[in-house]
Structures are given as structure tokens and as C-alpha cells.
């Protein structure tokens, strides 16, 4: 027994110093930051953005909103019970879904626009198909093997979906057949959101352990973990050109991860920022960052100088969760005063 506890032991010293060594050789390679390599870019003028359309039909708090890839029609989930789906446009509603079980966390759109996706305390992630010949948009797939609250689902295609959830894994399903295919274990808390990066084989995780981590869905394995949150991470979503992510957290930052350096390239925070981050997402062009808060604010940021650019204040509320469109041209957010408002 004492030559097992002095082996254990011996390999915990080993990978202290391994661990030691990575830090010592990363720190070697980290010849510039962020902010002074970027010193010589001009600054960003103050960014002005109106309210353009303000989507109005849920009857209680808006949990999740997600595009649709046509960068004209996205999908909102509330906890009155409704799926909806809109035309950002005419503003419009082109769908109204009423789910199973009202306490919804999430909802995603499929990139071919025949699907939308939902899931939440049901456990479930349950899949619709709104090209049906009938006309009502029912229920195609119940995704069931979680054994805890579905935080964050996206689809990879009409075939495949990943899915977060409490129970610390995410997960990788065949819609079709209706099982899992795979599944990503190696969160210490509760998975609360995904990014699908653009070439599709790896997405980005954010959890309550206060890590994200980086998945290759070919080989099922996390290749990199991101440290520094102070605590849970919201939401995480990759910036454009799928080299970096961003994340937002309960410790009232954002920060940028950049993946080719294997390290924290920038923090979001202002000292009269003390309340949590909900949700994430990047302009077009990735240069500016939008975060909504639990202040009822979304905040734009200047990613590369790290300076706080606009501020919007149009919700009674909560903002629960935002999304840019495709295009770049439109941003949405959602809050629990009922209301999704598209700003531009």
C-alpha cells in the first residue's frame, strides 16, 4: 500500500514540474500582447447602433435566440411555452412552436433551415421539422441520454446536432436514427454553452469548472483547455476566421482565446461592470465583440484595443442572449422582458 501511495505521489510531482515546464515555455513564446501589437491600428469611432425592429409576441422571459443561416429568419425560445420563429424583416411570425415542457435553456436553427432545435430542464433536446406537409411544425426527434439540463444545442447539419448540458458532457447525435454517436467528458461542472467552429470537425465549450474547452469531433478528444475565468463561463463563441473564441462569464468579463497561441490574447471589463455576462458574439469582420449583461445592457467592445465602444440600452430586462446575423448587417438580442430587439 505504501509503495502504491509513494508511486502517486511521485507521478503527482512529475506532472507538477511538466506542468511547470509547459507554463516556462509558453512564457518563453509570448514575445508581444494583443494590445501592443495593435497599438499602431486607429481607434474605432464611437459605434452607434439603433433599434431597428423590436419582435414582440412571447409572454414571459426570452432564453435563447438563434439566425438562421438565410440571415433573414431566426428562432427564440421562452418559457411561456413557445417555440417562435420569425421574419426579422416584417418581423413577422412564421411559426409558433408550443413545446412539451415550457422550461426551455436553449434553441438553435439548422444551417439548411428545415429544423429548429430546443431543449432545457426536460433533459431532452427535441428536434422539429418546419417543411412538414401538413403545415403544423410537430415534433420529429426526442434526443434523449443526458442525465442533466440541456444548456446550449447546434446543429452541425440536418443530421447532426451537438448538444451541452448539466450533466458536465456534451454531446454529438444522429438526428435520424435518434442516438448519440459520441460523447465529450472532461468538464469538472456544468457544461453551459457551445461554439461549432467554421470548419465544422471542432467546437469550443464553456462550463461552470471556469474552463473552456476545445474539442476535435473527429477523434472525440478535448486538444486544448483554456484557463483564467474566475468563475462559470456563460458563453463561448468562436470568432469568424475560427482561430480564436470568446467568452463571457459570471466574474464580469469577456475575454479572447486564441488557439494558435494557446493563450489568452484579451480581457472585456470595465470597473463599473460588476454584474455577469450571458451571452457572446463577433461582428462580421471580428473586430468588434457584443456581450449582453445581467445590467439589461449589451456592451460593444473593441476586441483588439479592448475599450468599451457603445453601450445599448433598450431592454426593461435581462439580456439573456444575442446573436449577429451571417451577413454581419444585424444583431439580436433577447431579454427577459419578453421582447427581441434587432439593432443595426
Known sequence: M????????????????????IKSTREKLADTTLKRAAEKVPSLPKVSMKVRRTLK???AKIYAMHWAEDERHLVSASQDGKLIVWDAFSTNKIH??????????????????????????????SIYN?????GAVKVARELSAHTGYLSCCRFIS??????????????????????????????TGDVMSLSLSPNKNI????????????????????????????????????FPSGNAFGTGSDDASCRLFDLRADCELNQ????????????VGFSHSGRLLFAGYDDFNCNVWDVLKGTRVAT?????????????????????????DSLLKIWG
Not at 418546419?130 to 401538413?134: F, I, N
Not at 458532457?169 to 467528458?185: Q, T, Y
Not at 461552470?208 to 458563453?235: L, P
Not at 449577429?324 to 431579454?335: E, I, Q, W, Y
Open 203 to 238: 467546437f469550443v465549450s464553456g462550463a461552470c469548472d471556469a474552463t473552456a474547452k476545445v474539442w476535435d469531433i473527429r477523434s472525440g478528444r478535448c486538444v486544448q483547455t483554456f484557463t483564467g475565468h474566475e468563475s462559470d463561463i456563460n458563453a463561448v463563441q468562436f
Open 2 to 21: 505504501g509503495d502504491t501511495s509513494e508511486r502517486i505521489l511521485a507521478a503527482k510531482r512529475e506532472a507538477e514540474q511538466l506542468k511547470e515546464r
Open 57 to 59: 409576441g412571447h409572454l
Open 268 to 279: 472585456y471589463t470595465h470597473d463599473n461592470i460588476l454584474c455577469g455576462i450571458t451571452s
Open 158 to 187: 440536418d443530421r447532426q446536432i451537438l448538444t451541452a448540458s448539466g450533466d458536465m458532457s456534451c454531446m454529438l447525435w444522429d438526428i435520424d436514427a435518434g442516438v448519440k454517436i459520441m460523447e465529450f467528458n472532461d468538464h
Open 312 to 336: 445599448l440600452s433598450s431592454h426593461d430586462n435581462r439580456v439573456s442572449c444575442l446573436g449577429v446575423s451571417s451577413d454581419g448587417m444585424a444583431l439580436a438580442t433577447g431579454s427577459w
Open 130 to 134: 418546419l417543411r412538414t406537409k401538413e
Open 96 to 125: 409558433a412552436i408550443p413545446l412539451r415542457s415550457s422550461w426551455v435553456m436553449t434553441c438553435a436553427y439548422a444551417p439548411s433551415g428545415n429544423y429548429v432545435a430546443c431543449g432545457g430542464l426536460d433533459n431532452l433536446c
